[in-house]
């Protein structure tokens, strides 16, 4: 099994910035794609990014620009860096790891971001 571990959530000003890490332990493969979704209250759940553990990224449309994804497969971390933050950012955000058949999610980490 798997277990996810988010941190780095917190309240900023529109136009700061926040760094989330999420650290997964347990069986880890040496195949998967780990991300963040995030979720606002009474919404979807939506892909703000993700990235294959040989590093390609895949990023939601309305982050692109202003968000980057990374990992360290040797400590199976994987960070968010936001940037540019908008209040439309604000929401519940979780990791994910998926090497099928496992899918796993984390806690979430709230990110509010004030005007």
């Known amino acids: 099994q798997v277990v996810l571990v988010e941190s780095g959530g917190g309240l900023v000003q529109a136009g700061g910035s926040l760094r989330l890490s999420c650290a997964a332990s347990?069986?880890?493969?040496?195949?998967?794609?780990m991300g963040w979704y995030r979720q606002a209250p009474g919404k979807q759940r939506e892909l703000v990014a993700t990235?294959?553990?040989?590093?390609?990224?895949n990023y939601g449309g309305s982050v692109k620009d202003r968000f980057t994804i990374s990992r360290d497969n040797a400590k199976n971390t994987v960070s968010l860096q936001m940037n540019s933050l908008k209040p439309e950012d604000t929401g519940v955000y979780y990791c994910?790891?998926?090497?099928?058949?496992?899918?796993?999610w984390g806690q979430g980490t709230q990110v509010t971001v004030s005007s």
């Open positions: 994910n790891y998926k090497s099928p058949p496992l899918n796993v």
């Open positions: 347990g069986s880890i493969s040496s195949f998967n794609v």
């Open positions: 990235i294959t553990s040989g590093g390609s990224t």
